[in-house]
């Protein structure tokens, strides 16, 4: 059986997918008439390739807890989490040292990564636990702990923003691998990754039925408590890999950034065609969801949209597409 990847058969099969290229194609065609002289720079669509990325993770890391049925509220926390553990990291336990080599560098650097990773896969596990074993609500366990991880955020920080990041950390959000953003790189090497994970091993199969139905997952012998542990902690190291983006980016970590990201994560994730009760989704959905998103957003800010409109904008459409999702599914 051929295993390999036909977009012209994902497109076929899946018309959220169409649907969504012909959205992407309308912004895009509508931010160009509006904005013609700005939209088509070719600095505003770099500025969106590093930017999008983190994005696009995050919402990633929010489809795959809304496969098993779940939602993930406390993404932005660990993110930001992440990113201050390792400044603290830096900045107080292993400061830059006057004529260090590049690689003593890398290496302090390669340190601070999987500390950030570290930090998601436990904020992950625990989310895990507390709703595959403790059965609290996926809302509300996410939600609480989310508080949590902030909380230890403005402790870690005192409140101001920390700062001192490597120069090598920087590369990660603001460097450039062959031409292309660095981010932009990452996020392709998270993408197709987890799209192989979802569509071409047991894990991901199992996955998705496990949302589908639970209760059959059950009987078909599928280890479900074991399943969302495994889900969260993935969705947890996603959320750190778009923290450390972050504060690559902004070479700096608070325990407020990125806060509207959450409901744009959602938004995206359910604009790509994940079903929030579990059991459908694609990360192809969910990419083409956030370029889109982003190139909706880039116009806005062309147009000078209050952040506070934008995030009305947002919240509205969020409902909108769900309302529309809902009545294309009692129609089917």
Same mark, same amino acid.
């Given at each position: 059986m051929n295993q390999s990847f036909d977009f012209r058969r994902l497109v076929s099969r899946d018309n959220n997918i169409l649907?969504? %290229?012909?959205?992407? /194609?309308?912004?895009?065609a509508l931010m160009s008439f509006l904005e013609p002289n700005k939209f088509l720079r070719y600095y505003n669509f770099e500025s969106?390739?590093?930017?999008?990325?983190? %994005?696009?993770?995050? /919402?990633?890391?929010?489809?795959?807890?809304?496969?098993t049925g779940g939602i993930d509220l406390s993404v932005i926390g660990i993110a930001n989490l992440s990113g201050i553990l390792a400044g603290v990291y830096f900045s107080r336990y292993m400061p830059a040292e006057a004529g260090a080599s590049g690689l003593s560098e890398i290496l302090r650097v390669g340190t601070g990564v999987v500390l950030a990773l570290v930090v998601g896969l436990v904020a992950g596990f625990l989310n895990g636990l507390l709703i595959a074993k403790a059965r609290i609500t996926p809302i509300l366990a996410t939600l609480g702990t989310g508080q949590i991880f902030t909380g230890f955020c403005v402790v870690l920080t005192g409140g101001p923003a920390i700062t001192g990041f490597p120069a090598y950390w920087g590369l990660i959000g603001n460097g450039k691998i062959l031409g292309l953003a660095a981010p932009l790189v990452l996020f392709l090497l998270v993408a197709v990754t987890i799209a192989l994970v979802l569509t071409r091993t047991p894990f991901g199969l199992n996955l998705m039925l496990i949302g589908t139905n639970p209760r059959a997952a059950v009987f078909a012998g599928l280890k479900r408590d074991r399943m969302i542990l495994y889900s969260y902690m993935t969705t947890?190291?996603?959320a750190s890999i778009a923290g450390i983006m972050l504060s690559g980016r902004t070479n700096a970590a608070?325990?407020?950034?990125?806060?509207?990201y959450l409901l744009q994560a959602v938004l995206i994730a359910v604009l790509g065609g994940t079903n929030p009760a579990g059991g459908r989704g694609t990360v192809a959905g969910v990419s083409i969801a956030v370029i889109a998103l982003m190139l909706l957003a880039s116009g806005f800010q062309m147009m000078r949209f209050s952040n506070h409109l934008i995030d009305f904008i947002w919240g509205a459409f969020l409902l909108l597409v769900i309302a529309m999702n809902a009545y294309r599914n009692r129609t089917r």
């Open positions: 649907q969504l %290229l012909v959205v992407t /194609a309308l912004i895009f969106i390739s590093f930017v999008f990325p983190e %994005l696009g993770i995050l /919402a990633i890391a929010m489809m795959l807890a809304m496969l947890g190291v996603l608070k325990s407020d950034y990125g806060t509207s």
